[in-house]
């Protein structure tokens, strides 16, 4: 029996753009996955004309990847994401399960080596960095935390005591435990007390509570407005949850941190293409340099394979492989 075609694609698309969504959350996908997966489909489906996606496939699927490579120019990382975002509709929201789903050929990344700040650099970018985001720029460089694992810790994540700091649901859903700085423990002593203040405030004003992973907010209706769950670095002001729709605290908005240090980058002086995680990769490959094994970098940064952790052994050598040039004995 053919389908009922009496009711056109775009009419269909908002209900098939829920689904996207539900089929997400069950799989506890983050927010950035979320919003990256469904903006993917929508684009799919205007570049098709509003064609429904079940009705599309292998060639559909390639000639839009195509469209992405050579007329809008996107990286190979973007197309990848598009990649995947598609085939997440198709699996697990279509629930189409064809052989063509396997044989289509994924963009590959160029290998490059990560961009590394040298001691010299790292100090000079820490002498200009605006006060406000200071701790965080020095917390990133001094465990190997990335951008978003940092600005999501919650007090009871980090132990003055033991000298560590536990990051839960990093990359790949992973937990792992990470070194605290030991000259960064008064100045994240004080950052609890500033934190502290507009907890405080929180709880005298009977605002709901910050933002709990998964089901731990049914479970635990209460912990979210615990001092314990309170982030380390909260935003200055509320803001909206955009799956709950509460108004509420959240923590430090990524975009404060990455223009400071882009302007940090620019004031120290470093012609290099610096990032935030370029802070990550520097704090590995220093440790690599100091003479910590590898596997214990691996760990710190939750690599799940020591491949991953072997790029930047290719890092800490000088020149070509760490050799000397010829040139360099000609007198």
């Known amino acids: 029996m053919k389908p009922d075609t009496s009711i056109s694609s775009s009419e269909r698309a908002p209900k098939l753009l829920a689904q996207v969504v539900d089929a997400i959350r069950i799989r506890h996908y983050s927010i950035r996955t979320e919003e990256a997966y469904v903006h993917w489909v929508k684009a799919y489906i205007r570049f ?10 292998a060639r559909e699927v390639t000639k839009f990847l195509s469209y992405l490579a050579t007329e809008r120019d996107v990286a190979a990382a973007t197309q990848q994401q598009a990649l995947s975002a598609l085939l997440f509709l198709y699996r697990n929201v279509l629930e189409i399960n064809l052989p063509w789903l396997d044989d289509l050929v994924r963009p590959k990344k160029p290998a ?3 961009t590394v700040l ?5 100090a000079r970018l820490l002498a200009v960095v605006r006060p406000e985001q ?18 999501r810790l919650r007090i009871k994540d980090v132990d003055f005591v033991r000298g560590e700091i536990l990051i839960r649901d990093g990359k790949g859903a992973k937990d792992r435990v990470t070194v605290l700085p030991r000259s960064l423990v008064e100045p994240l002593q004080n950052q609890f007390q500033a934190a502290r203040r507009l907890f405080d405030q929180d ?5 709901p509570g910050v933002y709990l992973p998964h089901a731990l907010e049914r479970k635990y209706p209460n912990a979210g407005a615990t001092w314990a769950w309170f982030w380390v670095f909260p935003a200055a002001g509320l803001s909206v949850d955009p799956r709950s729709g509460i108004e509420r605290r959240h923590h430090a908005h990524e975009k404060a ?12 002086g470093i012609c290099k293409p610096v990032s935030v995680h370029t802070l990550r990769h520097s704090f590995a490959t220093h440790l690599l340099h100091s003479g910590y094994d590898i596997r214990t970098v691996q760990e710190l940064l939750g690599h799940a394979d020591v491949s991953t952790t072997m790029i930047y052994t290719h890092v800490l050598n000088r020149g070509g492989r760490g050799v000397v040039s010829p040139v360099d004995a000609v007198r």
Request: positive net charge; hydrophobic residues 40%; charged residues 30%.
């Open 48 to 57: 098709h004309g509003l064609r429904h996606p079940r009705d599309m496939g």
């Open 112 to 114: 490059r080596l990560p």
């Open 118 to 122: 040298n001691h010299d650099e790292v």
């Open 134 to 151: 200071s701790l965080m720029v020095r917390l990133l460089y001094g465990t190997g935390m990335r951008l978003m694992e940092c600005l």
């Open 203 to 207: 709880r005298a004003a009977s605002r």
């Open 257 to 268: 941190l990455q223009r400071a240090m882009k302007q940090a980058v620019e004031d120290a």
